[in-house]
């Protein structure tokens, strides 16, 4: 009989490329990972990896198995869900994956209720991207994930995960007091395309959809500095570096040196999704968690 949990243990290690990356990412020490790799090959009778360099690949029997395991692992998660919800038990131990601002602003503030109202539920939480929180939900090393989308900059969710809104975002152009645009009651791109902007590095999300705000004004946006949190953003702007869009969610008070000028044509929004597997979509645990997420009655 194929062991589930070392079928685990071999799909992290195809993911990651290597016994001590995926030993780090499913929280066990690579010499448990090694073992379990190990029974899996004696269960089977064949071998299952195979050196490259300082890493490893599956053999053609390893990718068969994982490429199968993975609809019986999803089967199995499935049917887990469903006990849950023919219980009615809020049990288990989630791995919750959030970008930043959702983590402060979304996250953070249900967590203490939810677990309050639901003892015999744990959260392990984790800051990631979008991109990635999508690839750890897809892949099994996460549960939940929440991500954002801005406007029309697209963001791939595979066919096997379950998206669902739980919040609605809009960002401001923060400037200092002294600022010419502080005392208008909205800007759009054509009143900025002379500014220096603080960002996010080139190839996030932010950074895209401020490009995108440039569209028919003939040029782009002028990155000034560039920073990975808004929190370093707002200081920036403080210190008259620049200007910079900063969404409200999980944005820290602006103080009596900063203004937040509505923005317009387009609006700068983003929808905040949390997404999970299809094969969890019974749990009664994940139901809690969403229905946290969304404001609405955790119990």
Known sequence: MI??????????????????????????????VSQQVKRLERQTGVPLLERVGRGVILTDHGRHLVDAGVRLLADLEEVESGLHERAGTVAGRLRLTAFSTAMRGLVAPVVHDLLGAHP??????????????????????SDLGVVHRWGDVPITIPDHLEATQVAYDVADVIVPLDHPLASRDRVSPGDLVDEGWIATPEGTICRQWLTRMYAGTGRLPRIAHTAIEFDSH?????????????????????????????????????????????????????????????GEDAR
């Open 3 to 32: 062991d589930f949990a070392a079928l685990t243990s071999l799909r992290a290690v195809d993911t990651h490329g290597t016994v001590v990356a995926a030993a780090d990412a499913l929280g066990f020490t690579p010499s448990a």
């Open 120 to 141: 015999d539920l744990s959260l392990s939480l984790t800051e990631r991207e979008p991109w990635d929180t999508i690839d750890l939900v897809a892949t099994g090393q």
């Open 234 to 294: 707002l200081a920036l702007v403080r210190a008259g570096l620049g200007i910079a869009l900063v969404p409200r969610l999980g944005r820290q008070p602006l103080g009596d040196r900063l203004v937040a000028v509505p923005a317009h044509d387009p609006e700068p929004t983003r929808d905040v999704i949390a997404v999970h597997r299809r094969s969890m979509a019974q749990s009664p645990a994940v139901r809690a968690v969403l229905a946290a997420l969304a």
